[in-house]
Structures are given as C-alpha cells and as structure tokens.
Nanobody
Framework: QVQLVESGGGLVQAGGSLRLSCAAS????????MGWFRQVPGKEREFVAV???????IDYADSVRGRFTISKNVKNTVYLQMNSLKPEDTAVYYC?????????????????WGRGTQVTVSS
C-alpha cells in the first residue's frame, strides 16, 4: 500500500503562482512514477504532469508546459510549481502513484491516489 498526502492548494489571482506538494509513504519501491492530475465537475480527470522515481523522465500536458514544473526529492515527495496561473487551471488537483516502469498520461495506469487539493484561480 502507498499513502499520498497533498498540500498547497488555495485561491490565487490570474498570473499568480502556487506550489503543490505530495508526500508518498508506504511501499514506495522503485520503479515508480508520481503524477498530477486535475478534475473539474462534470469532466474526466485530466493529466497534468508526471515524474519518474529517478527524476530522469518527465512529461507535461501541452496546456501546462512552460508554466508548470514537476520535481521530486529523495524522500518521495513530489512538487508541482504552477506559475502564470489561468482561470482555466481551476480544478481539484490529485497526486497519483504508478508502480510501473514507464511514465504514463493515463489515469487508469495509476494505482494509488491522494484525496485532492482545490486550486482556484480568479480572473
């Protein structure tokens, strides 16, 4: 089992920044990947970014590339630095853990999920 605890959400004005954190605990044995997804009511969960356990593989959704940065420390905490935020970035952001060797954008590939943290960007 893996437990994920997110933090760092909140309310920010358009153009502002937020940093999300997700701490993983439990059976965090390599290889694994940690990703961020987001969801708004009535829509499917959307891929945002992913980083491999080594940090050697990173992928971003086109909608956030150049504005968001994913990173990971050696203690199994993943961060999502979100800059130049837009109102359309408003969503519940979920941290996810995937025990496979390859990074993926597919939500169904992830085995464990956090409870989510709300990010609201006002115009």
């Amino acid at each position: 089992q893996v437990q994920l605890v997110e933090s760092g959400g909140g309310l920010v004005q358009a153009g502002g920044s937020l940093r999300l954190s997700c701490a993983a605990s439990g059976r965090t044995f390599a290889p694994y990947n940690m990703g961020w997804f987001r969801q708004v009511p009535g829509k499917e969960r959307e891929f945002v970014a992913v980083v491999s356990w080594s940090g050697g593989s990173i992928d971003y959704a086109d909608s956030v590339r150049g504005r968001f940065t994913i990173s990971k420390n050696v203690k199994n905490t993943v961060y999502l630095q979100m800059n130049s935020l837009k109102p359309e970035d408003t969503a519940v952001y979920y941290c996810a853990f995937d025990t496979s060797a390859l990074v993926s954008r597919r939500a169904d590939q992830y085995d464990y999920w956090g409870r989510g943290t709300q990010v609201t960007v006002s115009s």
